[in-house]
């Protein structure tokens, strides 16, 4: 009889993990599980199921090489007869099997999961079971849930800055002395140049990581079970391996974090990496530690290798971003998810899961999105994210269609970032205001509105592009709420200047461009 059952979901693939802290081989058993109903939930992206499942057995395959016994189901090719269709279902169906041959564990064990969803449906198995359940907090992270919760207490509004700063100087990231590096804590506008006309240039490309016997297994039986699902696999190559994940940050530091700060929201079509680091699955599988990644952009730095701006800018998504969109998370979920400030209310365009529109910078995104299960955050944010806030796209919909669609997105860091970052529709919780341009924003970070059939300074008729006729539209629906934030004054004084006539056919035409779809 097992003494411990330790339950390691698809994301906590940390062999530090705290699930295994006293995990003793003669008494304890590990237990994961592939279930269909993670791939289904949303129409999710072939290469996130690839690599969600091949980290998962190459990490089942070096648990059982060290001598830890490990119950684990697979997928088949094809549903069996009796599948459990959850995660729920096959922990349940696992203890009932043991249970059977006098197995059953006196205790189940686990790392705090990820997402709502999977830990409400844990701790309703082991409250039917009558098991206790130990949830252990998840150090992967630098900051716990219960110290944002602490910062969050009697604050009117959670901002990152005030979140960011005080980790810098707790864990002596890029201080001197007591003081920021360089003598200022943000270099945010120091990370927003565009490319010019000349382009990138010759772009580094990322480390590949063709697939081994155990991935090119996950990819057949993805491309056998899940063939209707959007995405392809021929040129799979993302890190699912510890030391793959390893390479692909000494890959990145030593090739592309040096222009990361100044390109990091240049777009440029036809080039979906640029100088982005691709790290963000490893990271989100736990495959990678934050710790080292801060560390080795660090070590870049002090060894004058990259510049400040870039560092910090890099460094800022890790220990600032990504803890805080996971404290937003755990600190208003469930009911954060159901936030819909803007009233939104329109179906996500088909056209998201096709890329077919004349729109370039939504082809290029989208068609990319479809193809790597990659875009970066600029691309998410002031593209995808955009188009979809200024059509009114209901958020539950954008949020769900992100989940879906990217290889990195696990739900603590990607519903904080559509729900609120993107859509604006937790009304200001994240973003002190709403993401909105019109096409001229486009046009100067990118090339996409060259050869466009559509004017990026447009708002009316046949040559207007569609993000600025429903930018005008947007601050139009929404004037009387966004005046009540200061940091929409300017653009509500532009949309006074409109002319009625001209403001009236603009709204016709948006009206038209959701109609159409």
């Not at 016994?69 to 599948?83: H, S």
């Amino acid at each position: 009889m097992p003494r411990h059952l330790v339950l390691v979901l698809g994301d906590q693939l940390n062999r530090n993990t705290a699930a295994l802290d006293g995990f003793d081989p003669q008494a304890d058993l590990v237990w994961m599980a592939e279930v269909a109903e993670e791939s289904t939930q949303v129409w999710s992206h072939k290469a996130r199921i690839v690599t969600f499942l091949a980290a998962m057995r190459h990490f089942r395959d070096d648990l059982l090489a060290e001598g830890i016994p490990v119950d684990y189901r697979e997928l088949t090719a094809a549903p069996t007869a009796g599948e459990p269709d959850s995660l729920a279902a096959a922990l349940r169906a696992s203890l009932t099997r043991l249970g059977k041959a006098g197995q059953g564990p006196e205790r189940l064990i686990c790392a705090e999961p990820g997402e709502w969803r999977v830990r409400q449906a844990l701790e309703a198995v082991a409250a039917d079971l009558n098991l206790p359940l130990e949830i252990r907090t998840d150090r992967h992270f630098f900051t716990t849930v219960a110290e944002f919760a602490d910062h969050a207490a009697g604050r009117k509004q959670l901002r990152l800055e005030y979140f960011y700063r005080p980790l810098r100087e707790r864990f002596a990231i890029l201080m001197d002395e007591g003081d920021p590096a360089g003598g200022q804590w943000n270099y945010d506008a120091d990370n927003r140049g565009s490319f010019g006309k000349t382009g990138p240039g010759d772009l580094p490309p990322p480390q590949r990581f063709p697939p081994d016997t155990v991935t090119e297994a996950v990819i057949a039986l993805v491309e056998a079970r899940f063939a209707t699902h959007p995405g392809r696999l021929a040129d799979f190559d993302w890190p699912v391996t510890p030391q793959d994940a390893q390479a692909a940050l000494r890959d990145f530091v030593g090739h592309r974090l040096n222009n990361f700060g100044t390109y990091q929201d240049a777009i440029w079509t036809g080039e979906p990496w640029l100088y982005h680091s691709r790290l963000a699955a490893a990271m989100n599988l736990k495959l990678l530690d934050p710790r080292d990644v801060v560390a080795a952009a660090e070590d870049a730095y002090r060894a004058g290798d990259a510049p400040l701006p870039a560092v910090e800018g890099f460094i800022r998504q890790i220990l600032g971003w990504r803890e805080y969109v996971r404290g937003i998370y755990w600190h208003l979920m469930p009911e954060y998810a159901q936030r819909n400030a803007l009233g939104a209310d329109r179906p996500l365009p088909e056209f998201f899961w096709t890329a077919e529109t004349e729109m370039n910078c939504l082809r290029d995104a989208l068609g990319q999105t479809l193809n790597h299960g990659y875009a970066h955050h600029i691309q998410r944010l002031m593209v995808t994210g955009l188009y979809a806030m200024l059509f009114g796209v209901t958020p539950e919909e954008v949020h769900r269609w992100y989940l879906a669609v990217y290889v990195d997105a696990v739900e603590w860091v990607e519903l904080p970032n559509t729900i609120g970052m993107s859509q604006f529709a937790d009304g200001g919780v994240m973003a002190s205001k709403p993401y909105c341009a019109t096409g001229a924003y486009l046009d100067r970070m990118s090339n996409a509105c060259k050869g466009c059939r559509y004017k990026p300074k447009v708002a009316q008729g046949p040559d207007a592009c569609p993000f600025t006729t429903l930018y005008w539209d947007f601050l139009a629906r929404h004037e009387t709420l966004l005046k009540k934030n200061p940091r929409m004054t300017m653009q509500l004084k532009n949309l006074s200047r409109k002319d009625a006539d001209d403001l009236r056919e603009i709204r016709r035409q948006a009206d038209r461009l959701r109609n159409s779809g």
